[in-house]
């Protein structure tokens, strides 16, 4: 059985998120990260007009594999009635231990709809919908926010507190603004802040890019637990890094190319088991074909050799020659 997301996040031991991720944080990737040490997963955003219209490309986001768990699925909108109704259904057709609110997608199409960053603009707005979820479902019903809309409206501690007013029972900040998309570096004295305004457990996301990161978040904000997105990209090994590195342990070196090799093939059969098209999720494996191999000495002639792959024999062969060619180099 495994343990609640929320004993997780009181127990002192400072779980590891692999973060919600369109594209990418999908139930293949989701259990390889779990295998590397992520304590939770989240899902990728998924539309509660989707969800509620049957939609059966939306439907296709929430499905999970049992041993991803504990795995929150995260859902978007500006309907509290919409969110409301998505959220039970969630709840009761696909049973993930928590369930949680996207306000933080600064994608145009969300936000510009009011989903996603957009309700930051609109706090009552949050609220509404943060007591609706909260008011239809049974599991834990958490939030994940940025600092703000933008520098002019800035100000997570208030956004925070609102959250936790309205019923949130933890919340992620991701300490960035909407206008500031990806680019800055997340401000992790918001994420302090927060974490002392608030009594409910608070995750800190932003900028954790290695293993080392993670301790230097911890001992920066007090935060209860730790979410990576991108600084998992290519490299899922970042939570076993992750967690050496928070328990003061000496940090595991990154694989070698053939252990690296041997990981991309793992994850490459999971995707594909999953998507059962081969060609169709070899296509869509490129990008982590793209984030695995970079930084690998003349990785690019690789990479492109990779890109034009539709099956994964072709890529083994790829892989192959390339680690023949390159054997004993580090990575
Ligand atoms: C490709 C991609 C897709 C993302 N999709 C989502 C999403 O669906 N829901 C969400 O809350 N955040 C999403 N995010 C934001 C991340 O969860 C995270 O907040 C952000 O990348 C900052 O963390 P990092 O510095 O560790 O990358 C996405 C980020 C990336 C790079």
């Known amino acids: ?20 991720q369109a594209g990418v944080s999908e139930s293949p990737f989701r259990r390889l990260c779990r295998s590397f040490g992520a304590d939770v997963v989240v899902s990728e955003f998924v539309s509660a007009e989707g969800i509620r219209r049957h939609d059966r490309r939306t439907h296709s986001y929430l499905r999970f594999h049992d041993e991803e768990r504990p ?68 599991i834990p019903t958490t939030v994940k926010i940025r600092s703000g809309w933008s520098e002019e409206l800035r100000h997570p501690v208030e956004i925070a507190l609102r959250c936790q007013d309205a019923g949130a029972q933890v919340l992620t900040l991701h300490a960035r603004t909407r206008t ?30 290695r293993g080392e990161d993670a301790r230097a978040m911890r001992e920066h904000t007090g935060c209860a637990g730790i979410m990576i997105a991108r600084g998992s990209h290519g490299q899922p090994w970042i939570f076993a890094q992750a967690r050496a590195a928070l328990e003061g342990r000496p940090v595991p070196p990154d694989p070698d190319v053939e252990e690296r090799f ?36 003349n990785g690019r002639v690789l990479r492109q050799e990779l890109f034009a792959v539709t099956s994964l024999r072709e890529a083994e062969e790829k892989l ?12």
């Open 320 to 331: 192959e020659r390339y680690a023949e060619e390159w054997q004993g180099v580090a990575a």
């Open 262 to 297: 041997r990981i991309i093939v793992h994850h490459a059969r999971l995707a594909i088991a999953w998507e059962r098209d081969e060609e169709k999720a070899m296509i869509e494996f490129r990008k982590h074909l793209g984030w695995y191999t970079k930084g690998l000495p």
């Open 180 to 209: 500031q998309m990806y680019s800055g570096t997340a401000d992790w004295d918001e994420i302090a802040a927060v974490v002392q305004a608030l009594d409910i457990p608070v995750i800190g996301n932003g900028d954790v890019w």
């Open 71 to 138: 795995i929150g699925i995260q859902i978007f909108g500006s309907d509290p009635e919409a969110m409301a109704e998505a959220a039970a259904l969630v709840e009761e057709v696909y049973a993930p231990d928590y369930l949680d609110i996207n306000f933080g997608c600064p994608v145009k199409k969300v936000a510009s709809k009011n989903g996603g960053s957009g309700c930051l603009k609109d706090l009552d707005m949050v609220q509404r919908i943060i007591r609706a979820v909260r008011g239809a479902i049974a």
């Open 1 to 20: 059985m495994p343990q609640s997301p929320f004993d997780l996040l009181t127990d002192g031991r400072v779980p590891l998120y692999l973060a919600p």
